[in-house]
DNA sequence: AGGCATGATTTTCG
DNA sequence: CGAAAATCATGCCT
């Protein structure tokens, strides 16, 4: 039974059904023959198949010009069977049928009321909280955004990585140049999206606008279909922003593992630290320019240093008889050192704090064996200020080693140094005034630093 | 492999 | 917040 008319008849139900429910339209209720899958993509004039509804509901199926409106709807149902040439006859005929501009319009009115309903599904993304954790990650590692170079100035790394090391050994600037290169692959990358996306986007809108001459097709729609294209375009770039982040992770990870790594400090390093450590006995807290001096001194880090000394502090009063040997060796040399230069007249030889002034006696926690107070002797034998303060200091463990004493008790007149309850070094807070009984109120800063 | 040395990190404390 | 104390993790020596 090829009657058209009754063809016409579900032609015009599926149109109602396309106003009235157009998902149930879209999901295909079609009694209309579909065309064949093939051959669609590269003829643009062919009918798109979503809302084929043709003409208005008749109110009287019969003959005449409802005859015509079903076959300018086989005549579209059939194109895509056609060949290429066929094919553009008959959209040249079609086009030119006297038909055409009524069924267009019933087509856009149909559209737009589709559109309409459809339009409450879409344009609904909230700017994606993930999206944006990644890029202000992104932006924090200094992968996005403003390129940073300069070695001196504080950097990504630097920043996040809290009070860790920062010096610019060969990891960190090997983990820079890791950086930047995730940071290239990310741009480049990025640019292929960006390129890709808006050579997608023209492409189709050409075929949009070419198809707008044969089924109706809004601003609005095109504008939806750019919005879908760039949405999944976005969501790509998504992706690759995740990698990005998670290299970076990768590198960071890496990078403060070996951060974490231990390598012992070079020669030099432990002979200035150690130095100063033994030379300042009494009192081994360097202030923040000693620290700054002697991590220059030894190439390491200020932090380190700060390490170094609290490694060393409660190394040495744990188990003090494990480094006598060394606290000699150092203390002789300092002792040397330091008269070498009193004898010259030098005061400014050892890398002394100023608040080390107190060569105030400090007491094990766990020995009842204590540091000899030697104030008085020195006090009296060499009064010069800054410079004897650490030649006593280095004297105190030769004279620990040969003889004892034992006295806690500091002179009274000399206690800058508050000795705690359990007997912890105890930085007194401003010795310096009264550490200098040689009345050398130069010896507040015996310059640290040359 | 095991143990100690040692630099770094974490936790505790004043 | 800085220092002490505890702990971790690796280097290095045997």
């Avoid at 202030?287 to 991590?295: D, F, N």
Wanted: proline share 8%.
């Amino acid at each position: 039974m090829d009657d058209p008319s009754r063809l016409l008849a579900a032609a015009a139900a599926a149109a109602a059904a396309a106003a009235t429910h157009p998902v149930g339209a879209l999901s295909g209720i079609p009694p209309l023959p579909l065309p064949p899958p093939d051959a669609e993509e590269l003829e643009p004039a062919a009918p798109h198949r979503l809302p084929p509804p043709p003409g208005p509901p008749p109110p009287a199926p019969g003959p005449g010009p409802h005859q015509d409106t079903g076959d300018i709807l086989q005549q579209i149902m059939a194109i895509t069977d056609q060949s290429l040439d066929e094919a553009q006859a008959r959209k040249h005929a079609l086009n030119c049928h006297r038909m055409k501009p009524a069924l267009f319009s019933v087509l856009c009115e149909i559209k737009e009321k589709t559109v309409l309903s459809i339009r409450g599904i879409k344009e609904e993304d909230p700017p994606d909280a993930q999206l944006m954790r990644l890029d202000n990650m992104l932006l924090a590692e200094g992968v996005s955004g403003p390129e940073k170079r300069g070695r001196g100035g504080p950097s990504a790394v630097a920043a996040t990585s809290g009070g860790c090391p920062n010096d610019n050994s060969i990891e960190h600037s090997d983990y820079r140049a890791k950086l930047s290169q995730i940071r290239q692959i990310y741009h480049s990358e990025l640019e292929k999206y960006e390129q890709a996306c808006s050579e997608f986007t023209t492409h189709v809108m050409n075929l949009l606008r070419e198809q707008s001459r044969t089924r109706p097709i809004s601003p609005k729609e095109i504008e939806r279909m750019v919005n879908i294209i760039h949405g999944k375009f976005s969501t790509i770039q998504m992706q690759l922003k995740q990698s990005t982040c998670e290299a970076v992770m990768i590198l960071r990870s890496r990078f403060l593992d070996a951060r974490r790594k231990r390598r012992n400090f070079s020669k030099q390093a432990t002979e200035v630290l150690n130095e100063y450590f033994y030379s300042h006995l009494s009192n081994p807290y360097p202030s923040e320019e000693a620290k700054e001096e002697l991590a220059k001194k030894g190439g390491i880090t200020v932090s380190q240093v700060s390490n170094w000394f609290g490694n060393k502090r409660i190394r040495y009063k744990k188990n003090m008889g494990k480094f006598q040997e060394e606290a000699n060796i150092y203390a002789a040399k300092t002792a040397v050192d330091a008269t070498t230069v009193v004898a010259q007249g030098n005061q400014a030889n050892s890398p002394s704090t100023p608040s080390s002034g107190s060569s105030g006696s400090f007491k094990m926690t766990n020995s009842g064996d204590s540091f000899i107070n030697l104030q008085s002797l020195t006090y009296q034998s060499s009064p010069v200020g800054a410079s004897v303060q650490s030649q006593m200091d280095s004297l105190h463990h030769v004279i620990h080693q040969t003889g004892r004493y034992d006295s806690l008790v500091g002179n009274p007149l000399y206690t800058t140094q508050r000795i705690d309850t359990n007997g912890s070094w105890q930085d007194a807070t401003t010795p310096s005034s009264i550490t200098s009984p040689a009345g050398d109120p130069g010896s507040v800063n015996s310059d640290a630093s040359n």
